[in-house]
C-alpha cells in the first residue's frame, strides 16, 4: 500500500497536520491519467455510493406515477441537512409515496445544520427519522420496493432484492466482479460496499458517459439520476458544501461520503475523479479538489472559487486573522 501526504497545513510555520490520501482521475476510455497512491486499494463508497442507489427507482415510473416533482426524486440521492426546504420536501415525498415513517430504518435524528438543528431543540420537537442524512434514500428505497411489491421488512438486509440489486449495479458501473467487492454495513443501517478506488472512480465516470452503459435501461437511469441532482444541488447537501458548489456546475455530477471519500464527474471532459482522505477529513475536500480542477486546466473558474470559498487556503482564527496557510501536494 502507498499512501503519500496530499494535504499540509501549516500553523504559523509550523507543521501542524498532515493527510494521506489515495487519488484516480480517469479519461473517456477509462484510461488512468493521474493517480497518487494505490488506486487498487479498497474503499467504502459510503455516500458517495448514493447516486448508485439511486439507480433502481430511476429504472421504474415511481416519479411519473407518484408525481414526484425533481426536487423529491433528488431526496434519493441526498445527503439532506435538515433545513427548511429538506424538510418540506421530504414531507411531501413521504406523503406522496404514502409511506408511513416508522417504516424507515435509519436513526432518529435532528437537522445537521446548525440552525434548524437549534431550532428544532429551542421547540421541544423530538428526533425523527425524516430528519436522517439518509433519510431521502431510504424513501426511494422504499418507493422502489412498493412498486416492485417485495417486502418492506429486511430492506436493510443484503439479501433483501432491492440490495442484490443495488449491488449488481455497483459490479456493472464499476466493472468489478461481485465475488470481489467487500461489503459491510454503513452508519444508516444499509449494506455499503468497497471497491478499489480506480473501479470507483470507472462508476462515476458512467453517468457522464451513460453509452459505456450496455443495458440501456441502466443508462437511462442513470443519466436522469445526474440530471436531478444538478437540477437541485441544495437538495442533495446544502449551501456551504462542497457537493452543492459543485453541482451548481451543470457540467459536474459530484457526490461525497463519510470518512473523506470524494467522487466527481465531468461532463463535457468526460473525466472522472475519486479519492480518499485517510485520515477521514472531509474539511480538505474543497481544497483538494480545487487544486485537482486547476491541475486539470478546469476552464470553469466560477466553480473553483466557489470552493475555495468554503475553504480558502488560508487558515484563519476565531478573530478573523491569518494564522496558516494549507498546502495541497499533487
Request: include cysteine; hydrophobic fraction near 35%; charged fraction near 25%.
Amino acid at each position: 500500500m502507498s499512501h503519500p501526504i496530499v494535504v499540509e497545513e501549516y500553523r504559523g510555520k509550523s507543521l501542524e497536520n498532515t493527510h494521506q490520501g489515495i487519488i484516480c482521475v480517469l479519461n473517456e476510455n477509462k484510461e488512468v491519467i493521474y493517480e497518487k497512491g494505490d488506486i487498487n486499494d479498497y474503499v467504502f463508497y459510503r455516500s458517495a455510493m448514493k447516486p448508485l442507489q439511486a439507480i433502481p427507482a430511476f429504472t421504474t415510473d415511481v416519479i411519473e406515477k407518484y408525481k414526484l416533482t425533481t426536487e423529491e426524486a433528488a431526496l434519493f440521492t441526498a445527503s439532506q441537512r435538515g433545513e427548511t426546504y429538506h424538510q418540506e420536501a421530504l414531507e411531501s415525498l413521504m406523503k406522496k409515496l404514502d409511506l408511513a415513517e416508522d417504516l424507515l430504518v435509519c436513526n432518529p435524528s435532528y437537522p445537521l445544520n446548525e440552525e434548524p438543528k437549534n431550532n428544532y431543540i429551542w421547540e421541544h420537537k423530538p428526533k425523527r427519522r425524516l430528519l436522517h442524512n439518509c433519510s431521502g434514500k431510504h424513501l426511494g428505497f422504499l418507493g422502489y420496493i412498493k412498486e416492485k411489491g417485495y417486502s418492506f421488512t429486511g430492506y436493510e438486509e443484503l439479501d433483501h432484492p432491492l440490495q442484490q440489486e443495488i449491488l449488481q449495479y455497483v459490479a456493472e458501473l464499476s466493472e468489478t466482479p461481485k465475488e470481489e467487492i467487500q461489503t459491510a454495513i454503513d452508519g444508516c443501517g444499509v449494506p455499503v460496499h468497497a471497491i478499489p478506488l480506480q473501479n470507483m472512480a470507472l462508476s462515476f465516470l458512467k453517468f457522464v458517459k451513460p453509452e459505456l452503459i450496455e443495458n440501456k435501461q441502466t443508462a437511462e437511469a442513470v443519466r436522469k439520476v445526474g440530471d436531478v441532482m444538478n437540477a437541485h444541488p441544495e437538495i442533495v447537501a446544502s449551501h456551504d458544501f462542497i457537493c452543492t458548489a459543485l453541482l451548481e456546475d451543470p457540467n459536474i455530477i459530484a457526490k461525497g461520503g463519510a470518512q473523506g471519500v470524494y467522487c466527481l464527474s465531468l461532463r463535457k471532459e468526460k473525466i472522472s475523479i475519486a479519492l480518499k482522505v485517510l485520515s477521514g477529513s472531509e474539511l480538505v475536500w474543497p481544497v483538494l479538489v480545487a487544486e485537482l480542477l486547476k491541475k486539470i486546466n478546469y476552464s470553469n473558474e466560477e466553480t473553483i472559487e466557489r470552493l475555495l470559498n468554503i475553504r480558502s487556503m488560508e487558515i484563519m482564527n476565531d478573530n478573523g486573522k491569518l494564522v496558516g496557510e494549507t498546502k495541497v501536494i499533487l
